[in-house]
């Protein structure tokens, strides 16, 4: 371990101008890593096309940018580095860039997604912290760029990202930083003290899965809710400690899901899994699982679903990409949409419409509806491939493509 310190009605986006200071996408899937947008709503009509503002090259990777209504911040790979850029959010203009030595050679089967990180950064308290593709976790100045801290886990773990890279996000809670680290077999939930790194609690268990962390109160206690390679699972959000799980096996151990947690209901899925909801207890003899309901007739692979009005809505990988909704309240499936809609989507979800960024390039709206699918408007927003989350702004969206980051907004 190493250390360094220094078609329908249509909808608007009608998003207000962050206050000064005000963090409006800080994080993965937004400020309750939840992919829930307040100021998207419908209205009466739609424009022909978006506006591009601006684009500009960024580096390789999947990772969505992040901002804090002043600047954009991408996380990416330059050759054998990976590198953090500050972007001015009305010019484009890159403010800083920084990076550090990160050769990685890909697993061959995940060649086609590139070398490039697949970790959101997470924005908080003027501090930038990024995961690494091979497990480094750094915090940078969020203002000069300048890096604070850096660890790479190297003697703390055989390996130090899992098989086909790290991606899980690390998140800031609790006056602490969490991360999912170490690879395949070995690995952890450790919390950090964001402003040195310095290590508060480990829970080491089997490897991290691909899927992001969100932290939650179930029954009363604070904790963080994640998929690891073989488990969905909670750990006390104030020493690491486990307090339940359930068993999750997927092929090629590839728990890639976001759970969803709702009034104390935690639901997720996998790869030909299906989809579970369970609401964890605590007892006199510690934790217990309820389970609450199941749906098998959909599944996620790598595409997190999103909660609105009482609805969970998702692409499920079967028929070649099917969006689909649930009642989440007793699992019952609603509807589902014709196949071969995307390989995965970037959703998100505000009042009435439902927001679903394709590996495609096509920027899909829906109306939220529990009667059908209904697409109200479509765009292509790049000319390569978008897997990265789209970040909202005033009027509009941040998408990153393969390479470059471009600001679209609603004319």
């Not at 203009?93 to 089967?109: D, G, L, T």
């Amino acid at each position: 371990m190493s250390r360094v310190t220094s078609w329908g009605a249509a909808v608007l986006l009608g998003l207000a101008s962050p206050a000064p200071g005000q963090e409006p996408w800080p994080q993965w899937r937004g400020p309750a890593r939840d992919g829930v947008v307040e100021d998207l709503s419908l209205r009466a009509s739609w424009p022909a096309r978006l506006e591009r503002m601006w684009s500009v090259p960024v580096g390789e990777g999947h990772a969505s940018p992040v901002t804090d209504g002043q600047r954009a911040y991408v996380f990416s790979r330059a050759g054998d580095t990976e590198q953090v850029l500050g972007i001015d959010l009305d010019s484009g203009a890159v403010v800083w860039r920084r990076s550090y030595p990160a050769p990685y050679e890909v697993h061959p089967a995940a060649r086609s997604h590139g070398p490039g990180p697949k970790a959101t950064p997470a924005l908080a308290g003027g501090r930038l912290y990024t995961l690494g593709i091979d497990g480094m976790l750094s915090c940078f100045d969020a203002a000069s760029g300048t890096l604070v801290w850096q660890e790479s886990f190297d003697g703390e773990f055989p390996r130090t990202s899992p098989t086909y890279g790290a991606a899980a996000s690390p998140i800031a809670i609790g006056g602490a930083l969490i991360a999912a680290v170490g690879g395949s077999g070995d690995g952890a939930l450790v919390a950090v003290e964001p402003s040195s790194g310095e290590r508060r609690w480990t829970w080491r268990g089997e490897g991290p899965g691909y899927a992001s962390p969100v932290a939650v109160a179930l029954d009363g206690v604070e904790q963080v809710v994640t998929q690891t390679e073989s488990r969905v699972l909670g750990v006390a959000l104030e020493d690491g400690r486990l307090l339940w799980s359930v068993p999750l096996r997927t092929p090629y151990d590839q728990n890639a899901v976001t759970p969803v947690v709702s009034d104390g209901i935690v639901v997720y899925s996998g790869l030909d899994q299906g989809i579970r909801a369970v609401r964890p207890r605590r007892g006199p003899g510690g934790w217990r699982l309820e389970p609450v309901w199941s749906v098998d007739e959909a599944s996620l692979y790598m595409s997190s679903p999103v909660l609105a009005e009482g609805t969970l809505y998702g692409l499920s990988h079967r028929r070649n990409g099917q969006y689909f909704a649930v009642n989440a309240e007793n699992g019952a499936l609603l509807w589902t949409s014709p196949g071969r809609q995307a390989e995965n989507a970037a959703l998100l979800a505000g009042a009435g419409v439902l927001l679903a960024l394709t590996d495609a390039a096509e920027l899909l709206l829906a109306e939220v509806s529990r009667d059908a699918f209904t697409p109200v408007a479509s765009y292509t927003v790049a000319d390569a491939a978008t897997w990265a989350h789209p970040a909202p702004v005033p009027g509009g969206f941040l998408v990153r493509d393969a390479s470059t980051l471009a600001r679209w907004r609603l004319p």
